[in-house]
């Protein structure tokens, strides 16, 4: 009976070394996985750092995958440290199975209790063994993931390459077609700057010489003293005699502008700083635009196009005389007409 007790003991003692062995490969090769899936994963998350929102996706799932892989690194370093208390209990069990084998009698029952629990640390073996299998199969899980995200990089990255080169001949063709655009404008500026100065010539040679008329840069400039009476924007009879002048010239000049050159002749109102405030007027910028208008409305009712006609009110904030004698708020008080592109 000892010599079979014996033998049972050496049976434990030469099967044990060769099952911890196996086991310590299996948890190098998991380590090398692991090392290995998080060098992978460092690599993918370099080369998508600087994509779009699809990118970001799937950064955010390789974070998800790299929790799980987290988790599994814990539930291995659990058993590992399970495993090494294992060990420590399994040498601690077979000292004391070597002590009691070579005692007589009663020392039998101890034996048999020393086998029990090597029987219940390879049944906790086993268990951690086939925790350790499936975190493997995990991690082979994670694997097929990772290379299914590197295909949609790949795909990600070639058709923003496409997207790119597409744009970069957008540039090119919208850059082409802003510069013929812009040598397009500046030849119909040329033009109607053409027409603007024959038109105020013939405005001039029809007004005559009178001395409160005036060409300022690119406007003709008409006193509003001569228009209207003050705080009205009705226009005074004495008016209409002018303004009939100039609806000649500007019905001549609508019929030499070609059809393809887009213009209006802008009236604009201005009055001086004196605040009014009427039912009919509350503020100046009533009263210059109401005036404006009448005088639309004149050269309207003389058949110029009402599609080359805009009136505008500035009220008393484009003066061109700071000062405040009565000669500068007369000066300030005027209509001006600019012929310019639509």
């Known amino acids: 009976m000892a010599l079979a007790r ?5 049976l434990q003692t030469n099967l044990w070394p060769g099952f911890v062995d196996m086991l310590s490969t299996l948890l190098l090769v998991v380590i090398f996985l ?15 750092s600087g994509k779009d929102t699809m990118l970001t996706r ?9 929790e799980l892989l987290a988790l599994e690194r814990s ?10 208390a294992l060990q420590a ?41 086939n925790i350790t299998n499936d975190a493997l199969a995990k991690v082979e899980l994670l694997n097929q993931q990772l290379a299914a995200l590197r295909l949609q ?26 510069e013929r655009l812009n040598v397009a404008l500046a030849r119909k500026a040329q033009e109607l700057a053409r027409y603007r100065s024959n038109f105020f010539g013939e405005l001039r040679k029809t007004l005559g010489q009178r001395q409160d008329f005036r060409i300022v840069g690119d406007r003709f400039v008409f006193p509003s003293d001569v228009l209207f009476d003050p705080g009205s924007a009705t226009l005074k009879p004495s008016a209409y005699g002018q303004l009939d002048k100039l609806a000649a010239a500007l019905k001549e000049i609508e019929g030499n502008i070609p059809a393809n050159i887009p213009w209006v002749m802008r009236v604009d109102g201005h009055t001086d700083i004196t ?26 009712d003389r058949e110029i196009a009402p599609d080359h006609l805009v009136a505008a009110g500035f009220g008393e904030y484009q003066p061109v005389d700071t000062g405040r004698s009565p000669a500068a708020l007369a000066r300030n008080r005027r209509i001006e007409l600019k012929l310019t592109e639509r």
């Open 34 to 48: 692991m090392s290995l899936f998080m060098v992978t994963n460092y690599i993918i998350t370099q080369a998508a």
């Open 89 to 129: 209990t399994l040498i601690d069990t077979q000292a004391q199975n070597q002590r009691l084998t070579g005692l007589l009698g009663d020392a039998s029952g101890t034996s048999d209790d020393a086998q029990g629990r090597i029987a219940a640390l390879g049944t906790e073996l086993d268990k951690q063994k």
């Open 58 to 66: 799937l950064n955010r799932q390789l974070a998800e995958l790299t």
């Open 153 to 178: 990089l790949a795909a990600l990255n070639e058709a923003l390459e496409a997207s790119e080169a597409k744009d970069k001949d957008s540039q090119e063709t919208i850059a082409n077609l802003g």
């Open 275 to 300: 605040p009014i405030s009427s039912a009919t007027f509350p503020s100046n910028w009533e009263l210059s635009s109401a005036r404006a208008i009448s005088v639309v409305r004149y050269l309207m």
């Open 75 to 84: 539930q291995k370093e659990s058993a590992e440290d399970n495993l090494a």
């Open 6 to 10: 014996g033998r049972r003991g050496q």
